[in-house]
């Protein structure tokens, strides 16, 4: 398959030996201040785009993409406000993006766990629940797009929370999460149910971005011949 990637840092540079690895063609890269290679014919060439940047150039990228008929697969967070412009490209004319909060295998069987928990805990008013995540100083949103789809997933079962909030809030139907940038750690998320008699903690840790990277190839091999809005719960039957 071939592959263009925008956004070619760290993320990039794991993605691309990934995708070496599993036997695909990397025919384009295009990092910051190259927008001019959305162009090339090397760029109209792939089959589908790996696209890793930042919020602010993401839509950009997006639409670029879609001009030169090639499909997105996306892991940017902090810019779904312009969500319903690429539902609606893909409904109404025909384009194909993949996104995902977080490619990682293991992070997306933690959202399966965390859906599964909070079933559980709406049973039991007496646990409060709150959220932490930690990330590398470099990361530009907060809280994270995985700490928001943990929280809309415990939002979603918990009748007692109405809305997350950014930090510590005394407001029983606030989800508080507490978002820590520290160093260079590719990402650490935490659910804590706390009562007067015990706390319950499930907590994922990423260990590389090598996970994050695989997830994102292996959505790149999915979304080759659909079309669409697509996500992990296309390509993962347990979520």
């Known amino acids: 398959m071939k592959i263009a990637l925008i956004g070619y840092g760290k993320m990039g540079h794991e993605i691309e030996r990934i995708a070496l690895e599993r036997g695909h063609e990397v025919v384009c890269t295009i990092d910051i201040h190259e927008d001019e290679k959305f162009d090339s014919p090397a760029f109209s060439s792939a089959e589908v785009a790996i696209e890793f940047t930042s919020p602010d150039s993401a839509l950009q990228n997006y639409r670029r993409a879609f001009a030169a008929g090639v499909p997105v697969v996306s892991g940017t967070t902090g810019w779904l406000k312009h969500l319903p412009e690429i539902r609606e490209a893909c409904e109404k004319e025909g384009k194909t993006f993949f996104y995902a ?10 959202f399966a766990l965390n859906n599964y928990l909070a079933r559980i805990m709406n049973q039991f008013p ?95 091999e999915f979304t080759r011949g659909r079309s669409g809005f697509l996500g992990m719960k296309d390509m993962l039957d347990f979520l």
Do not use: C, Q
């Not at 490619?103 to 069987?109: M, P, R």
């Open 101 to 110: 909060s977080n490619f990682s295998l293991g992070v997306n069987i933690f």
């Open 126 to 220: 007496a646990y409060d629940v709150r959220m932490e995540e930690t990330h590398h100083i470099h990361k530009l949103d907060a809280p994270s797009g995985t700490a928001i789809t943990l929280a809309e997933g415990i939002l979603e079962h918990i009748d007692r929370k109405e809305k997350w909030v950014l930090d510590k809030t005394d407001k029983a139907g606030e989800l508080s999460i507490k978002a820590f940038r520290e160093g260079e750690v590719p990402g650490i998320h935490s659910v804590i149910y706390e009562s007067e008699a015990d706390s319950i903690r499930i907590t994922h840790d990423a260990n590389s971005r090598r996970g994050f990277a695989l997830g994102a190839v292996l959505a790149a």
